[in-house]
């Protein structure tokens, strides 16, 4: 349980600096990936904090992929995972894309978790599939979805190139 101690500072909250302290622990391997965090109840009362303190640290790993929360069986370490095979074809794509000079590469780019907000991705997410239903779902042109392309195209480029 001693991995577990927080050193509360700052006007950050509570919540969130034990969800960066879990967060740490996971991306060092000091949780192994499927190991079973301490209980809501014990952890709360371990660190000196509300309940709902420790549900909202959980609920916040949860939503950037750091643990899974199982009802009635609780919560778990979930290591983030980058495939071999995806590496290897995401060399391979990129050697081809720095060969065309008119595509634009977009597979390296990671999102910065600290400035996503799951719920306006959810939000975007829905209506996504309200407007184009099940055709969202499914693979779309091999550069990509039309309409998304024409987006960036107009947003970025202000209409200046092609979409293609």
């Known amino acids: 349980m001693e991995k577990f101690i ?12 034990i969800a960066k302290h879990i967060k740490f622990l996971i991306e060092k391997k000091l949780i192994e990936d499927g190991e079973k965090l301490p209980s809501i109840r014990s952890l709360a009362t371990y660190l000196c904090v509300n309940n709902s303190t420790i549900i909202s640290a959980y609920k ?8 899974i929360i199982k009802d009635g069986s609780g919560t778990f370490a979930k290591t983030k995972r980058y495939s071999i095979n995806f590496k290897k074809k995401y ?4 050697r081809q894309l720095s060969q ?7 597979t ?7 400035f996503f907000s799951i719920n306006t991705f959810k939000k975007v997410l829905n ?11 499914t693979y779309q042109d091999r550069i990509g ?4 392309r024409n987006s960036i195209k107009d947003y970025f480029w202000d ?4 979409s293609e």
């Not at 927080?6 to 600096?17: I, L, M, P, R």
């Not at 060399?91 to 990129?94: A, L, N, S």
């Not at 390296?108 to 600290?114: L, M, P, Q, R, V």
């Not at 979805?145 to 998304?148: A, G, I, K, N, Q």
């Open 60 to 67: 916040k790993l949860q939503e950037e992929g750091y643990v």
């Open 108 to 114: 390296g780019e990671n999102i910065d978790i600290d």
């Open 6 to 17: 927080v050193k509360f500072e700052g006007s950050t909250t509570k919540y969130n600096q």
């Open 100 to 106: 065309n000079k008119e595509c634009c590469d977009f």
């Open 159 to 162: 209409g200046s190139i092609k």
């Open 91 to 94: 060399v391979e794509i990129t």
């Open 127 to 137: 209506e996504v599939i309200d407007f184009y239903g099940v055709e969202s779902l």
């Open 145 to 148: 979805f039309e309409d998304l």
